[in-house]
């Protein structure tokens, strides 16, 4: 079965810090992968996709993430966080069986002090 | 546009106590529906999907049950709830490209 794992499950950043969050799956087929975020009060929403292509994606708010085959591994970055990016943040993969389920991972949240 | 309802958005059940959560979307038609729950500590782990009308696939062994009686109406229900039914319930619609999620159900089971 497929899984994903979020390394940091908590992370505290000083506003203009470096961002980077990790995320692994388990899957050796053609995958989607997807990082979602919920923003105090909030729904979840999408920040950004992978579906093929060039494996450096770019999402809203600065943020991008890349996907690297070998190392089954898709991170999450932003070069200077704000304190408006504190929320938490999940990494998702889709099912390979079809009707386009979602596995998440566990999720990290994310706090942005000013 | 498309916009996604759930309700209620806070619940406190006792134990064995029957549960029912509501799912509408506006704006599209034969979506594909999805309830997920967030445990405590954990990620969103997916309970069930709807690809139509009346057609329900479970992921995982539970205490609870979908239902889709129409196009776009889903709904999470339970005869008796248990102390683990509690976390945050989502209901999602979408399909290949991206899923959109519903503002959530908090439901604590006492």
């Known amino acids: 079965a497929q899984s994903v794992s979020q390394h940091n499950h908590h992370v505290i950043l000083s506003e203009a810090a470096s961002l980077e969050l990790g995320c692994n799956y388990s899957?050796?087929?053609?995958?989607?992968l997807f990082w979602y975020v919920q923003y105090p009060g909030q729904h979840l929403q999408l920040l950004l996709k992978?579906?093929?292509?060039?494996?450096l994606v770019k999402g809203i708010k600065g943020f991008e993430a890349e996907f690297i085959k070998s190392k089954f591994s898709f991170n999450l970055r932003k070069p200077s966080v704000q304190w408006s990016d504190t929320a938490e943040y999940f990494c998702a993969v889709s099912d390979s069986g079809g009707y386009n389920k979602l596995i998440f991972g566990a999720g990290t949240r994310l706090a942005v002090h000013p | 546009s498309q916009t996604i309802h759930q309700w209620p958005a806070t619940l406190v059940q006792p134990v064995g106590s029957p549960l029912s959560l509501e799912c509408t979307v506006e704006?599209?038609?034969?979506?594909?529906l999805y309830w997920y729950r967030q445990a405590a500590g954990r990620g969103l782990q997916l309970l069930f999907y709807s690809v139509g009308i009346g057609q329900i696939s479970s992921e995982v062994p539970q205490n609870l049950s979908a239902s889709r009686p129409q196009d776009r109406q889903f709904i999470l229900s339970s005869k008796k709830l248990l102390l683990s039914d509690s976390g945050f319930y989502l209901c999602a619609w979408g399909g290949y490209n991206e899923q959109f999620f519903g503002p959530g159900t908090r439901l604590t089971v006492l």
């Open positions: 899957y050796g087929g053609t995958v989607n």
């Open positions: 992978y579906f093929s292509g060039d494996p």
């Open positions: 704006g599209t038609s034969n979506p594909n």
